[in-house]
């Protein structure tokens, strides 16, 4: 069981958006500004797409953005694309002693 | 272009002990802290331990503190983490992330592909 919770899976249509939420505490992801967004394909090394809550990091295309309401962060895929078709991970600082990190559940997006 | 390249994953038996390495390249390795993270299924991604720029700060999990080890070598680019008293639960998929800058406290901006650790009789 992970410390941040997301939904296992989430579909849409190309062309379409999705959200993916990522709940924690007011300990990790409520307490700091330090959420941030992976894509991982099978096989291959996670990617930063998303950092401190809603930036992105150079190379990532606009159609990724983050979102924080209280102590749930969002992923918003816009426009989706086959391509988009993997999982997704958030992470948050959470700052103390038993973990410095804690992680979400990852999410499988399905473009249909 | 940045990379990051874990090695030294394989099968052990339970109570053995394993180092895994990660080898560092195209960016300035100690201008970077290092940070192991795990996957395994039934707990998905969990923090180990993370080692500032320097190496001269080093922090780990309550729940492997005391069984692991982490260290870097800056002139060859590698961290390192070894690992005693191996359980089965310990068995995942272990990955070596660089953070954003010298602290252990920076967003993860690379990660590797991960080496496979299997503890097994």
């Known amino acids: 069981q992970s410390a941040l919770t997301q939904p296992a899976s989430v579909s849409g249509s190309p062309g379409q958006s999705i959200t993916i939420s990522c709940t924690g505490t007011?300990?990790?992801?409520?307490?700091?500004?330090?959420v941030s967004w992976y894509q991982h394909r099978p096989g291959k090394a996670p990617k930063l797409i998303i950092y401190?809550?809603?930036e992105r990091p150079s190379g990532i295309s606009d159609r990724f953005s983050g979102s924080q309401s209280g102590s749930t962060a969002s992923l918003t895929i816009s426009g989706l694309q086959a391509e988009d078709e993997a999982d997704y991970f958030c992470?948050?600082?959470?700052?103390?002693?038993?973990?410095?990190?804690?992680f979400g559940g990852g999410t499988k997006l399905t473009v249909l | 272009e940045m990379e990051l390249v874990e090695s030294g994953g394989g099968l052990v038996q339970p109570g053995g002990s394993l180092r895994l390495s990660c080898t560092a390249s195209?960016?300035?390795?100690?201008?970077?802290?290092m940070t192991w993270v795990r996957q395994t299924p039934g707990k998905g991604l969990e923090w180990l331990s993370g080692?500032?720029?320097?190496?001269?700060?080093?922090y780990y999990a309550d729940s492997v503190e005391g069984r692991l080890s982490v260290s870097r070598d800056n002139s060859k680019n590698i961290v390192y983490l070894q690992m005693n008293s191996l359980r089965a639960e310990d068995t995942a998929i272990y990955y070596c992330?660089?953070?954003?800058?010298?602290?252990?406290?920076?967003?993860?901006?690379?990660w590797g592909r991960g080496t496979l650790v299997s503890v097994s009789s």
């Open positions: 992330v660089k953070g954003e800058d010298f602290t252990v406290t920076s967003t993860f901006d690379l």
């Open positions: 195209g960016y300035t390795f100690s201008d970077s802290g």
């Open positions: 080692i500032s720029g320097s190496g001269g700060s080093v």
């Open positions: 007011n300990r990790d992801i409520g307490n700091f500004n330090l």
């Open positions: 401190k809550v809603t």
């Open positions: 992470c948050a600082y959470a700052g103390n002693s038993a973990s410095l990190w804690v």
